[in-house]
């Protein structure tokens, strides 16, 4: 065996040698002779290297910083020592990550360095919305930068590697992962991934700014059955492709480096197994070349799915499935050695399978700078930088979706926004002098003590405004001795402002709920404050969709702010007086209650469509089929009015395009932004086709009397669906277009494939 400096210097020898050049980008094709430079070094490397140190470098442990789950090992230090671990993920902060890559390169005998990964999913330090919120701006130049942004927030305190962007479609809001996502819409949800890896990976992974994204969580996720985390998903190989992959596909195509599984079975075989999602899909069919990585232990966790009987067997169904990296479960580096020597899984696939993790390590530069992610006065320099704390505040402003506005009881004007000039308003509930909770689900190092609360946001907005602000009641439990003092607020207050929601942990992983109300006293107690007569303004901050009927029949004006980040307090009280005007949309229906769920507005037709006057056609006795607020929804302090849908042709041929257009006018008195959607429906097709899908959108400002006319082109493209007989195309036929300020509105017109 030879002697770890001694390689080490081999290791510099060659970077030196090759005089490895650092010019990848990972959206344009590979220059040929980096290519051949980095096989060569790669080659050598993996030449040098034991099994077990192979096995290693497919291994990834979590640092004693225990955020998403138990530790299953303590002993990682001596694992990484032995060159047992070659990735580590939650281990942050150039202090703490420099020392363990010290380790790494100095103390291991090949000196690899290691992977360093985080989920940093809306935020580093600096926290952006929850992906769901953000998505509601329908705004990709944002979402990119936001990735952007925090992406080089974390490379500067030693990050290279993210779990970030998660693609999975969602239609169950009982589900606390909803949060995570971008919502329901196939189309809109690949367009958001997509910004995403742009914005996470730049155009050159060598760039420090810059770190590896990671897709997932591969495969349907989103489906959990009744929304319960974890939970079993089975759906048909049709609407898996047709509704649930695209989104991966897309991000992948965008550029993504790496996929993570996910915990969930597919057809009966757990995602971390199952070869026909990790090896069928992902490499043959869409050429994915980088690596896969296991969800937290989801390898152990096939024991419990009882697809195997002990971790060996799961060790060899996920190798040999297509699983290149075993997060936290430690049965790579336990198991693969004896796998190799009984023959079960080939010495051959282990070296491709370090080629491709190596590779990741290469393109970021780690063998020729192991530190270039760990430089202090760059860490010191990023974190919280004006820069992301004035992208912070943008994104959180374009997040926020205004539901309802009308004028309050005996008002004529729309009570939204409230005048600087008011004496005094309450602001009543949790969320109102709150900081932690505005952070919401995976704010893994966001910290708190930065977050501007809403009464602090109010404070800087509007000076002039006493505030009367009282919590009210809590998140949980019914204690309602805080009633007393905030009908007190209220009553000696021109308006209220109900700040309620959902506290962080509510949403997110192992966060389902059953019902989807406000949680605690607080329905309870804005019925109290409702019942004072005063004019109410809900802002509702929750990681999912809440059911709030009774608010949208109640209260004049209802924001939703979701979880919005370090900038929240700004962002909602700066909408809440007009400095902005909201334009936010839905990316996820509201359902009423419950017991509409799954309702999602891309849905099937059904052989018997609701007919009021015919009882025997689908519908409930008890609730309408409409959700609350449909996908797309939002409204704007101003109004916009659409005419005039117009097509270049009502005939398209099936390699030709026509062009739908419309007028949009505002025709309220404050400028504003709308986002304006285009949708198609495909009349007959050889299986049933959903009674919309979005297939474009466009953001326009508008000054108030301005109109602006937006085309959307048809191509091919966008009409093509799994066939009946599993083929990808379009068929001829009637074909309706929208185009409509949100998926239950809009100008229709008509046009036919030859
Ligand atoms: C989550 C992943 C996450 C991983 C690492 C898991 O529990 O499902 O989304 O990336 O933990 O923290």
Redesign the pocket.
């Known amino acids: 065996m030879r002697h770890y400096l001694k390689l080490t210097t081999n290791i510099s020898m060659l970077v030196a040698m090759l005089g490895l050049g650092w010019g990848f980008t990972n959206n344009d094709p590979k220059p040929k002779v980096e290519d051949e430079k980095m096989n060569e070094f790669i080659d050598s490397l993996i030449n040098e290297m034991t099994i077990e140190e192979k096995a290693g470098q497919l291994t990834l442990y979590?640092s004693g910083w225990d955020?998403?789950?138990p530790v299953l090992r303590d002993d990682y230090m001596d694992e990484l020592r032995a060159g047992r671990a070659g990735n580590l993920?939650?281990a942050h902060t150039v202090d703490y990550a420099i020392n363990l890559q010290k380790i790494a390169v100095e103390e291991t005998r090949l000196g690899i360095p290691l992977l360093f990964?985080?989920?940093v999913?809306h935020g580093y330090k600096t926290t952006f919305p929850i992906p769901l919120a953000e998505a509601a701006s329908w705004d990709l130049e944002v979402i990119e930068k936001t990735a952007h942004l925090y992406s080089k927030e974390a490379a500067s305190a030693g990050i290279n590697w993210t779990?970030n962007p998660?693609v999975d479609i969602a239609r169950d809001p009982r589900w606390g992962?909803i949060a995570?996502g971008s919502g329901e819409d196939p189309y809109l949800g690949g367009l958001i991934g997509a910004a995403k890896v742009r914005g996470i990976q730049g155009m050159d992974l060598s760039d420090p700014t810059t770190i590896l994204a990671?897709v997932?969580?591969f495969a349907a996720?989103g489906a959990s059955q009744a929304g319960r985390d974890y939970h079993t998903v089975d759906m048909s190989d049709r609407e898996l492709r047709q509704n649930y992959l695209p989104p991966y596909k897309v991000a992948l195509d965008a550029g993504a480096t790496t996929v993570?599984t996910?915990?969930n079975e597919v057809d009966g075989v757990p995602a971390s197994g199952n070869k026909y999602l990790m090896t069928e899909i992902l490499r043959n069919e869409w050429g994915f070349d980088g690596f896969v990585v296991t969800?937290?232990t989801s390898i152990n966790e096939m024991v419990p799915h009882g697809v195997v009987a002990d971790l060996k067997e799961a060790a060899e169904l996920a190798f040999n499935a297509g699983v290149q990296m075993d997060?936290?479960g430690g049965v790579y580096s336990q198991y693969i050695p004896e796998l190799i020597a009984e023959g079960k899984i080939k010495e051959a696939t282990l070296d491709e399978y370090v080629r491709q993790v190596l590779e990741m390590k290469y393109k970021l530069g780690l063998f020729e700078d192991p530190y270039r992610y760990l430089n202090k006065e760059r860490e010191q320099e990023t974190l919280y930088s004006k820069e992301l704390m004035d992208h912070a505040l943008l994104a959180a402003k374009e997040s926020i979706v205004l539901l309802k506005n009308e004028p309050a009881k005996g008002q004529s004007e729309q009570l939204l926004p409230l005048k600087k000039s008011l004496n005094s308003v309450a602001l009543i509930g949790p969320l109102a002098d709150n900081q932690k909770d505005m952070l919401g689900t995976w704010h893994v190092a966001g910290d708190e003590t930065k977050v501007v609360t809403l009464i602090d946001g109010i404070k800087q907005t509007a000076p002039n405004v006493k505030i009367n602000y009282a919590r009210g009641a809590d998140f949980n439990g019914d204690d309602r001795s805080g009633f007393a003092e905030a009908i007190a607020a209220a009553k000696k207050s021109d308006v209220v402002i109900m700040a309620i929601g959902e506290d962080y942990t509510q949403s997110g992983?192992a966060a389902s709920r059953s019902e989807i109300g406000l949680p605690g006293p607080q329905q309870a107690l804005i019925e109290e404050i409702h019942a004072l007569g005063k004019p109410v303004v809900a802002v509702v901050m929750a990681g999912r969709p809440l059911t709030i009927e009774w608010i949208d029949e109640n209260i004049p004006a209802v924001m939703n702010a979701w979880h919005l980040g370090t900038m929240s307090g700004p962002a909602i009280a700066q909408t809440l007086f007009g400095d902005h005007n909201p334009a936010g949309k839905l990316t996820i229906t509201f359902p009423k209650n419950v017991g509409q769920i799954p309702v999602y507005y891309n849905m099937k037709n059904t052989g018997r469509p609701f007919d009021a006057n015919n009882k025997y056609t689908s519908k409930y006795l008890d609730v309408s089929n409409e959700p609350l607020y449909p996908f797309g929804y939002g409204k704007s302090y101003t109004s916009f009015d659409y005419s005039g849908i117009e097509l270049s042709s009502t005939n398209m041929e099936m390699n030709g395009s026509i062009t739908v257009s419309a007028t949009i006018k505002n025709t309220g008195k404050y400028a504003g932004k709308e986002v304006v959607q285009f949708y198609i429906r495909d009349l007959v097709g050889s299986v049933t086709r959903p009674v919309k899908e979005l297939k474009g959108f466009e953001k326009i400002s508008l000054a108030p009397g301005e109109s602006k006319k937006v085309s959307f082109t048809v191509t091919v493209k966008d009409l093509e669906f799994y066939t009946r007989d599993m083929s990808y195309k379009a068929e001829p036929g009637d074909f309706k277009v929208f185009i409509g300020p949100s998926s239950a509105e809009g100008l229709e017109a008509d046009f036919t494939l030859k």
Do not use: A, P, W
């Open positions: 979590t955020v998403t789950g993920f939650n990964g985080l989920d999913i779990y998660m992962r995570e990671c997932k969580h996720y993570m996910s915990f969800d937290y997060m936290q992983e």
